[in-house]
């Protein structure tokens, strides 16, 4: 039996927004994956608990904003993880518990910048897939790129959460870089 290839995007998602929605729908199609979870992030080793909006709303908001896209789930499963995430325990929780799944790990350019830094990244490198995309100021050599690296060439997707914070708090106009539904949440539950 054909196990199913599912690419890992772990993120804050504080909040999802439509540059997160439509970058997975890419790489769901140009990495030929048959899932991509959105695994929601309680704790980043590499970000500030500080603006970090509670674990439930943020899961809440991205599974709003994919009950429209049947082969993209908003995923808890690091919920349930010692804190904080490092992906390499991650990776292995999930090898553990869907041995029926081949696991693609999924990273901006800015964080395969960064990745000699990462706990374990040469084991995650010898163990699974890395799927990377492009992100402003991060230049990255495809000839030097490991066996089991693919970059997968798209546009640049500008759109961060700290500017749609930025404008929530500010009063201003933010709704066209969320999901509509997500944009509703928002409003209705005064986060932000």
Same mark, same amino acid.
């Given at each position: @039996?054909?196990?199913?290839?599912?690419?890992? &995007?772990?993120?804050? &998602?504080?909040?999802?927004?439509?540059?997160? $929605?439509?970058?997975?729908?890419?790489?769901?199609?140009?990495?030929?994956?048959?899932? #991509?979870?959105?695994? $929601?992030?309680?704790? =980043?080793?590499?970000?500030?608990?500080?603006?970090?909006?509670?674990?439930?709303?943020?899961?809440? @908001?991205?599974?709003? %904003?994919?009950?429209?896209?049947?082969?993209? #789930?908003?995923?808890?499963?690091? &919920?349930?993880?010692?804190?904080?995430?490092?992906?390499? =325990?991650?990776?292995?929780?999930? $090898?553990?518990? &869907?041995?029926?799944?081949?696991?693609?790990?999924?990273?901006?350019?800015?964080?395969? %910048?960064?990745? =000699?830094?990462?706990?374990?990244?040469?084991?995650?490198?010898?163990?699974?897939?890395?799927? #990377?995309?492009?992100?402003?100021? %991060?230049?990255?050599?495809?000839?030097?790129?490991?066996?089991?690296?693919?970059?997968?060439? @798209?546009?640049?997707?500008?759109?961060?959460?700290?500017?749609?914070?930025?404008?929530?708090?500010?009063?201003?106009?933010?709704?066209?870089? $969320?999901?509509?539904?997500? %944009?509703?949440?928002?409003?209705? =539950?005064? #986060?932000?």
């Amino acid at each position: @039996m054909r196990r199913i290839r599912t690419g890992i &995007f772990g993120g804050s &998602f504080n909040p999802i927004h439509n540059g997160h $929605v439509a970058l997975a729908e890419r790489i769901l199609k140009k990495a030929r994956l048959d899932e #991509v979870w959105l695994l $929601v992030t309680p704790q =980043n080793p590499w970000k500030s608990q500080s603006e970090l909006l509670d674990d439930s709303k943020r899961l809440e @908001m991205a599974r709003l %904003a994919l009950e429209d896209h049947p082969r993209l #789930v908003a995923s808890d499963y690091e &919920f349930h993880l010692p804190r904080p995430s490092y992906t390499w =325990n991650t990776l292995q929780s999930l $090898v553990q518990d &869907f041995p029926d799944r081949i696991f693609s790990l999924i990273v901006g350019g800015d964080n395969w %910048a960064k990745f =000699n830094s990462w706990y374990e990244h040469d084991k995650i490198l010898a163990h699974h897939r890395i799927i #990377v995309y492009p992100r402003r100021d %991060a230049e990255i050599d495809i000839d030097s790129l490991p066996k089991r690296v693919r970059l997968i060439p @798209m546009d640049l997707i500008d759109i961060s959460g700290t500017e749609i914070r930025r404008r929530i708090q500010e009063g201003l106009p933010y709704q066209d870089l $969320v999901p509509r539904k997500v %944009a509703e949440y928002i409003e209705k =539950n005064k #986060v932000y």
